[in-house]
């Protein structure tokens, strides 16, 4: 492909990267952030969506000069310890301010800095991209695979398609404000939806901070943030006041019920047909080539949520392990949480160029087919099942 149609594609993966789990977390920050503005003059919607760009923008060009200069991939970034733990207490500190009722804001003394109020836009699209980095979305896997054969330049300049694809659904928002304008800016009920996205916020701080702590305290970190959901539901529907402000928590308590079943099924899965994965490592994918089996590589990160998505789901499906046992396949992994250098260069010599990735192998140790992105059950139990065919050409 050209690289114009890469460029339409990373703009169009940027768009996409808005729905996948990662950038959840940044959800309340940049509806607060055009909540806060949609009712204003031409004027300052313009500056507002300007400055949102500009936040998302400074960090992917950050992200381009360090991937062309540094040979990064996709992700390198959540690998440090240091970024993860300041991101957790990012999301702590911004989840219980808007828990308290005072909504997703930087403290004041940001706009006194700033000079005026376009900082939280400016900091929304930043946040926003920095969450977008652990994870790769639909199309974004071939584009940075693409990406990290090119010079420089272009490097730079499909990072920025990315990020402006990421920014668009925001910034149509901020120029069609018509599209909010009927939805109430005050009340009781949006209190109660600002402490939904502190609690959202609370969540992901607690993601992150997982990663950086023992298992342990781990455990404890989700069993307090349980612990603060069952308060927070039973305090909204007992207080209200009023219905607007009781069906707010009604319906997140209807979600986790309906998530909390649908976890339960796929955790049940899960165990009972876990893959038997091995380390990645040269000596297994030798003893597969000997053996005449085809691979199933999965690379992942205890910090990349689709990673686990894909995990609890995909992998945990009775039909993946049907499939991988017809198929005699070996299934190894490859943990990316911390910086590898080994596992890295199999990254690249497999294609891929961030997380979530899957490589499915032939007998002989040649591709047969790539998995980057969120893929379903069908697409891998299809790979799975074609791995042995020694005619197929690799995509």
Not at 308 to 320: G, P, R, S, W
Request: charged share 10%.
């Amino acid at each position: 492909m050209t690289i114009w149609t890469n460029l339409l594609l990373a703009l169009f993966a940027g768009v996409l990267l808005n729905l996948t789990p990662c950038v959840l977390p940044a959800l309340p920050i940049k509806l607060r952030t055009i909540a806060r503005v949609v009712g204003s003059g031409t004027r300052q919607r313009f500056l507002a969506a300007i400055a949102l760009l500009a936040g998302t923008l400074t960090f992917f060009g950050a992200l381009a000069l360090a991937t062309a200069m540094l040979n990064w991939t996709w992700g390198t970034l959540f690998q440090a310890f240091w970024f993860r733990a300041v991101l957790a207490f990012l999301f702590a500190g911004l989840g219980v301010y808007s828990l308290a009722g005072r909504g997703v804001q930087p403290p004041q003394w940001v706009y006194r800095v700033q000079g005026n109020g376009y900082a939280e836009p400016y900091l929304a699209g930043f946040l926003a991209a920095v969450l977008s980095a652990p994870c790769t979305g639909p199309f974004l896997g071939g584009v940075m695979a693409f990406a990290l054969t090119q010079a420089p330049s272009t490097i730079f300049a499909l990072f920025m398609a990315v990020g402006v694809g990421l920014a668009l659904p925001y910034l149509v928002l901020l120029a069609r404000p018509g599209l909010l304008t009927r939805i109430p800016r005050s009340g009781a009920w949006l209190s109660r939806v600002q402490q939904v996205m502190g609690l959202i916020l609370l969540a992901g701080a607690t993601f992150f901070a997982t990663t950086v702590l023992a298992e342990r305290v781990g455990t404890l970190l989700w069993t307090a943030w349980l612990g603060t959901l069952a308060f927070w539901l039973i305090r909204a529907l007992v207080v209200g006041p009023g219905f607007g402000a009781r069906l707010v928590p009604a319906l997140v308590l209807v979600a986790g019920v309906a998530g909390a079943v649908t976890l339960g099924f796929d955790r049940g899965a899960g165990t009972q047909h876990a893959l038997p994965w091995q380390p990645l490592t040269e000596r297994a994918l030798a003893e597969a080539r000997t053996a005449g089996a085809p691979v199933l590589v999965e690379f992942t990160a205890d910090w990349c949520i689709n990673c686990k998505v894909l995990e609890q789901t995909v992998y945990a499906d009775a039909a993946i392990a049907q499939a991988v046992d017809a198929a005699q396949m070996r299934v190894l992994r490859a943990d990316l949480t911390r910086p590898d250098a080994a596992l890295d260069a199999y990254l690249r010599s497999f294609g891929g160029a961030g997380l979530p990735f899957a490589v499915v192998l032939k007998p002989n140790g040649a591709v047969h087919r790539r998995l980057p992105d969120l893929f379903t059950v069908g697409t891998l139990k299809t790979a799975i099942e074609t791995s042995g065919e020694q005619t197929r050409v690799d995509p």
